[in-house]
């Protein structure tokens, strides 16, 4: 007798295709690297189900629609090989040629460099008075994005192109200690070393004797008597005038000088005290008649 068995149907389906089309192979990142992975994935007789991304053996995301693209952010400095494993309708899965990356780790950022090139050290000027502040800047990997100018720890002004120069007006009688910092483009900040300014306040002076229209005869004596005072420093000396002629000094108070043997004449008789920084100032004008 002969036995005829019933036919089983058989199914013959075909993997799915994968293959890495970004990033391209052998490219190089710099840490911390945002990559992103595209993968081309078809499948002859069904369709592609998913698209799971490897590097090495660990899994880093999956996409289950075209386009297949996985974003890896934060990539740290190492040598990568990724796959991209598509599986289709059924369950059949293919994996993609390997694709080497290498992250590189981020240069170390050279902090620029910055120096006051004025004013010059314990300069003075007179208060109320005008500095004018500037700096040299560099950065020898970058760029340079501002300059700042500070008076202790008050920001007196930025500059964001050379020449680096802040005028600083109505400066108050005081010391202070003026700075600049450079900024790079990448952030790092850079301070100068601290120079002293010096706003000095002018002298004050005034003829106290004789009295503005005395009369003397010749040949005369006259006292001549100035008052003089400086609020943040001292006297250094002060100088009697007839006009522009010079009687004489004295270095220390009282400030005064003896013209002696006068002749017959009207003068007009000034002062001038300087302090101990040089500043000058000039008494107002005395006038005396000495009659023959």
Not at 189 to 207: D, E, G, H, K, Q
Not at 244 to 250: D, F, I, K, R, S
Request: proline residues 5%.
């Amino acid at each position: 007798a002969r036995t005829i068995s019933a036919g089983v149907p058989i199914t013959i389906t075909t993997p799915p295709t994968v293959s890495i089309t970004a990033p391209a192979n052998n490219a190089a990142y710099t840490a911390p690297a945002a990559v992103t992975i595209t993968a081309s994935a078809v499948d002859a007789d069904g369709s592609v189900a998913r698209v799971d991304f490897y590097n090495g053996a660990t899994l880093l995301g999956t996409s289950t629609t075209a386009p297949y693209t996985f974003a890896w952010s934060n990539v740290a400095a190492g040598n990568y090989s990724l796959t991209a494993k598509a599986y289709d309708n059924v369950g059949i899965s293919t994996t993609s040629a390997a694709v080497a990356i290498t992250v590189a780790a981020a240069p170390v950022n050279l902090a620029p460099s910055v120096s006051l090139t004025a004013p010059a050290n314990n300069t003075v000027v007179s208060a109320p008075g005008s500095a004018t502040l500037t700096a040299s800047a560099a950065d020898t990997d970058g760029t340079i994005s501002k300059v700042e100018f500070y008076n202790g720890a008050t920001l007196l002004g930025t500059v964001t192109a050379a020449p680096y120069t802040y005028a600083w007006n109505a400066v108050a009688a005081g010391t202070y200690t003026v700075m600049a910092k450079a900024y790079d483009n990448q952030g790092s900040v850079t301070t100068s070393a601290p120079v002293t300014l010096i706003a000095n306040a002018l002298p004050t002076v005034s003829i106290t004797a004789p009295a503005n229209g005395a009369t003397f005869i010749a040949p005369a004596n006259v006292s001549l008597t100035a008052s003089a005072a400086d609020s943040d420093g001292t006297i250094s000396k002060v100088e009697f005038y007839n006009g522009a002629a010079l009687l004489g000094t004295v270095t220390v108070a009282p400030y005064t000088f003896a013209w002696n043997a006068v002749a017959a004449g009207s003068y007009t008789l000034s002062a001038k005290a300087y302090d101990n920084r040089g500043a000058i100032v000039t008494s107002s004008a005395v006038a005396i008649t000495v009659s023959g």
